[in-house]
């Protein structure tokens, strides 16, 4: 069996992935007769879905190429805006509060706090969702096709990468935040008597979540979820 080591160099955007001893950028990996490029990228932690076209010696290759001694591969970043036709999403367990966000925007984002890792991905298949997470393990599973890092430690910060990355088409206001469900315009009279008295006095506006029934009113939280969406679409704030 053929063995031997071959270089990898990575672009600037993907080191924050790579172990620190090789932030430089440049890493020296082992191979034997059977390593594929995507077998040396992910080796060093950065997943195959964040890399744009990959190059061996200076030429276009394929993830499953086979890797000899000797050779370089190059690392490029992934072209942003990543062009997919009305993408639309499934989040790990731990991005519960940008699956809130995603859905203010009017996002098509499905989320649970229990999915399991092979649930998720069985989805994201499934549906053609594209996988978002700060797993890269689960980002090298050959069984995800669509998916994404995201990055920022921060919902706000997660929320901007997100839309950077995928620029999908944003409607704010038309999702329930709790089930994804779409949000319709109701009439006050149609729903006052759910309504705490205090909300009946003070609001004329209410939608209502076509699949959960939940109400919605631009209460006291309405500035702080304004600024939400301002800051994601760069648009003024929308009317009352």
Known sequence: MEGGTVT????????????????????VVSVDGTSS?????????VPRTEVGELRVNGQPA?????????????????????HIDNPTFVLDVHLGALARRMRLLGIDVAYRNDASDDELVAQAADEQRVLLTQDRGLLRRRAVVLGAYVCGDRPDDQLADVVDRFAPSIRP???CPACNGELVRVAKHDVEHLLPPGTRRSYTHFSRCRTCARLYWRGAHTKRLEA?????????????
């Open 8 to 27: 990898v160099r990575v672009a600037p955007p993907l080191r924050f992935l790579l172990p620190v001893r090789h932030r430089q950028g440049v890493a």
């Open 62 to 82: 394929q993830l499953w190429t086979r890797l000899h001694d000797g050779d370089l591969v190059d690392v490029p970043v992934r072209p942003r805006p990543e």
């Open 37 to 45: 490029v995507v077998h040396a990228v992910e080796a060093l932690g």
């Open 173 to 175: 206001w038309t999702r």
């Open 228 to 240: 939400i969406v301002a800051a994601a679409t760069g648009a003024r704030k929308s009317p009352v």
